[in-house]
């Protein structure tokens, strides 16, 4: 079983920046993609980056350039670096690790982007 707690969201200026982080627990296989995924109000969940265990990344457009993703194996953690937020970028936003071919999801952090 593997437990994903996310912290680190909160409220925001526009223009401002925000790190996000997601603690694992639980069996991890050294395979496992780590990703975070964002819902907005009223909008679907979306993916928003992903990054893999040889450390690839991958960014929706709308966050290319202003978002960075990492990750840290020995921790079992992976972290949202988001800069330069817009108040679009509204939503909450959930940590996701793909390992042994589940999904675990955490119950999602709160970002809020206004002035």
């Known amino acids: 079983q593997v437990q994903l707690v996310e912290s680190g969201g909160g409220l925001v200026q526009p223009g401002g920046s925000l790190r996000l982080s997601c603690a694992a627990s639980?069996?991890?296989?050294?395979?496992?993609?780590m990703g975070w995924y964002r819902q907005a109000p009223g909008k679907l969940r979306e993916p928003v980056a992903f990054?893999?265990?040889?450390?690839?990344?991958n960014y929706a457009d709308s966050v290319k350039g202003r978002f960075t993703i990492s990750r840290d194996n020995a921790k079992l953690m992976v972290y949202l670096q988001m800069n330069s937020l817009r108040p679009e970028d509204t939503a909450v936003y959930y940590c996701?690790?793909?390992?042994?071919?589940?999904?675990?999801w955490g119950k999602g952090t709160l970002v809020i982007v206004s002035s």
């Open positions: 996701n690790f793909v390992t042994r071919d589940i999904n675990y």
């Open positions: 990054i893999t265990s040889d450390s690839s990344t």
């Open positions: 639980g069996s991890i296989s050294s395979g496992t993609v």
